[in-house]
């Protein structure tokens, strides 16, 4: 918890933020195609097999995930719905 503590920038500390887990990351990708979106939320799905974590070797093994239901329609423990419904949704 102590590294955790050391890891809260200044501004954060001032906001009585008290432990930091992951790293700040500034490399946003702006989705502008459906192959593109295809490519991250196949990403997405496989870092829990890449990271050889207990009991996962398939993307829909992976409880938290979205996989299960991208691969068998079957939602999971979180309701999902997937980018290709997302398009049809007019955020103007």
Known sequence: MEQLSGWVNNTDRL?????????P?????????TV???????????????AHMPGIKFPEDYLHSSATYYFTGEQ???????????QDIDLR
Do not use: A, W
Not at 15 to 23: A, C, G, Q
Not at 25 to 33: N, T
Not at 36 to 50: A, E, G, L, S, V
């Open 36 to 50: 593109f979106m295809k490519q991250k939320i196949d990403y997405i799905h496989h870092n829990p097999c890449k």
């Open 25 to 33: 990351s500034f490399d946003r990708k702006e989705c502008y195609s």
């Open 15 to 23: 906001k009585n933020k008290k432990h930091e887990v992951f790293e």
């Open 76 to 86: 999971g423990i979180y309701p999902v719905i997937t980018y290709m419904e997302l």
